[in-house]
């Protein structure tokens, strides 16, 4: 079956831009995660969504925002671009929330943003 | 609170040789832990994870790791290195059950060798 696809896989935008990210789940999926990997930050958490609820919450300023639509897809938002959002974007899907026994998240390639 | 440390930046061996990755992790809860890998341009892939039944947790592709509560670690071990193996590794700690955000270490790379 299709995997978790993340759309579009890079994107180059100025600052002050804004900026929508998507990402379809796996078929069945109903859980969707939001990561931002930087070289200088790492791997970071930014939401978790399961239907159509966010259900937590990572520490990114309020620029950042996201949603799920009712088919499990998600997008998540970027308003007002700064250069340091510059950093791969990937998106995880899971059958339920939560990192569980049986919640494995299998992630996209994820798309890459460049602030200009 | 949660964190994990990859004491390991780097890691490099030869083709055909051990491989030893290190996670120590802190949480103020029963956690569950993760291994992750990451070829170049690819999203992240499960080695195994760790949710509170056995402490000898085996994975993909020959990956094992053991959980040990004691020194708060989860190594992750390969008997023999391939060079389809060179990636970056990520050890993930969540707090099991209930809502939770996962923590990821800074990554270790494995260089391997021919």
């Known amino acids: 079956k299709a995997g978790v696809t993340q759309t579009p896989r890079y994107l180059i935008k100025t600052r002050g831009q804004q900026v929508t990210l998507s990402c379809s789940p796996i078929?069945?999926?109903?859980?969707v995660s939001w990561y931002q990997q930087t070289p200088g930050q790492g791997l970071q958490f930014l939401f978790e969504?399961?239907?159509?609820?966010?259900?937590n919450k990572g520490n990114f300023p309020g620029r950042f925002s996201g949603r799920q639509f009712s088919n499990s897809r998600s997008e998540m938002n970027v308003s007002t671009l700064e250069l340091g959002d510059s950093a791969l974007y990937l998106c995880?899907?899971?059958?339920?929330?939560?990192?569980?026994?049986?919640?494995?998240?299998?992630f996209g390639q994820g798309t890459r943003l460049t602030v200009v | 609170a949660q964190s994990v440390t990859q004491l390991d930046s780097h890691v490099s061996v030869s083709e055909g040789t051990p491989v030893l990755l290190r996670c120590n992790y802190s949480s103020s809860y029963s956690p569950s832990l993760f291994w992750y890998v990451q070829h170049p341009n690819k999203g992240l892939q499960l080695l195994l994870k760790?949710?509170?039944?056995?402490?000898l947790v085996k994975g993909i592709n020959g990956f094992e790791a053991e959980f040990k509560k004691s020194e708060t670690s989860f190594h992750l071990t390969k008997p023999s290195a391939h060079m389809s193996d060179a990636a970056e590794y990520f050890c993930?700690?969540?707090?099991?059950?209930?809502?939770?955000?996962?923590?990821f270490g800074r990554g270790t790379s494995l260089i391997v060798h021919p």
């Open positions: 760790y949710t509170s039944a056995a402490t």
């Open positions: 993930v700690v969540s707090a099991s059950g209930g809502s939770y955000i996962p923590t």
């Open positions: 969504y399961f239907s159509e609820t966010q259900r």
């Open positions: 078929s069945g999926h109903r859980s």
């Open positions: 995880a899907s899971s059958l339920a929330p939560g990192q569980g026994a049986n919640t494995e998240a299998f």
